[in-house]
Structures are given as C-alpha cells and as structure tokens.
C-alpha cells in the first residue's frame, strides 16, 4: 500500500512538473519575444534605448503624458475598486454566514453572474447609469471603479468565500459577542484578522484585473494604463510593448505570491 503511495506521489510530481513546463513555455515564449523586439532597432542592432528612456521618469512623463495620466488612473482605479469590494463583500457575506445562511445560494448566484456577462454588454447596460454619473458628478475616469466592482466581484466572492469557510465565524462572533464586543469590533478585529490572507488574495486578484482592463474603459472613451498603451503603440511602438512587458510581469508575480500564499495556508493548517 506504502508502495503505491509513493508511485502515486511520484507521478503527481511529475505531472505537476509537466504542468509547471508547459505553463513556464507557453507564457514565457511571448514575454520573450516581446523584450526582445525592445532591445532591437530598426537595423537590427540590439539596444537598451528603449528601457533607458523607460527609466527616465521625468522625461517619459513629459514625452508621452498620456502613459502618466493612464498609470495614475489605473493605479486609483485599482485602489478605489478594492476598499468598495472590500466595503460591499466582507460585511455582506460574514452577515448571510451569521444570520441568512438560506440566502448563501442567492448572494453566491449573484456574484457570479458578471462570469457570464462580456464586457460590451456591461457597458451597454451601464451607460443609462454613467450618463447620470456624469451629468451629477462630471465625467471622470475614477467612476469606473463602480464597473470594476462588477467585474471584480466574482473573483473576490470566490476567495473571500474560502477564507470563511476555512474559520468557524459563528463560534468566533459569539464568543465576542459574549464579552461584550459590538459588530463593528466583532468585524474589526475578530473577522478580518482571520481572513487576511482571503482579503489580499482578492485584493491582489481585483489590481491585477484593473490593471489589465481595457474594453469597459475604451467603450467608455475614458484614459487608463491599457488605453495609454494603445494610443502610445501608434507613435512608439517600442516603449508601449515595453509598458506592456512590465504589466504582464507584475501580473505573473501577483498570481505567483498567491499561489504561494494558498500553499502556505494549506501547509500550514494541515
């Protein structure tokens, strides 16, 4: 019996393996391709201009303004949509586990339903909403975060709903409950330490897909990192596939520190 065990283990070893190679070729042959047309000129000659110019700050920002302007919104996109998912999620979820578990269907069928929905028929339905948005508040592309909720919610509900189901929130709210603690304290510092890392792997989920959003904010005529990027392509190439380069990099690395993050959870619970 140990003996199969171990073959079993060795196999799923290598099979892992395998998956981990395929994986490593598939993205990694176009992240090569693509630092290696930025390190090439026109004649052939391999170069570090392009990451050069990158690198100067100050002079990219006044070059191509509109690779600042696009950075800036993304990362206040990326910030303002994760405090509203945090603010929305946490409390309404930790609240149907305590109280309205009949409702757990419901609210998870609800949070999925942008899986189903493109992107283009978000921005249809959301245009009567965005025209009024615009028309009270002004046309700014920060509005976009209420879309970027949307968008983001079935990827937060997913790992915020494993956070609660890996800690006993009935038993923990109770106890607090007992000694005196109100829902706000009881919320504070009794369920959100225990969730911290569902809380980060949605909150890194949720950056990750601002980041790389462009559909809703194109259709929307407004100006983020991935817009920039397009309207930067037209007048060099070279530094817009560079950008590019770095916004996969850093998507790479944030999903590569949660799997990191969950095998650690796993290790260390077991």
Partial sequence: MSGRRAQFIRRQ???RRAVVAASLIFFGLPLFAMFRYTIRDLAGNYTGKTWAALADVGEISKTYPALKEGFIASISLAVLTVILMLAILVPTMTWVRLRLPWLTRTVEFICLIPLTVPAIVLVVGLSPVYAWVNYLMGA?????AFAYVVLVLPYAYRALDTGLRAIDVKTLSEAARSLGAGWGTVMWRVVLPNLRTAVLSSSFLGVALVLGEFTIASLFSRKNLQVAMVELGKADP?????VAFLSLVFAFVVLFGLSFVGTRRKGASS
Avoid: G, P
């Fill in 13 to 15: 070893s290598w099979m």
């Fill in 140 to 144: 700014r592309t920060l509005w976009l």
């Fill in 238 to 242: 070279q530094i817009s596939i560079a």
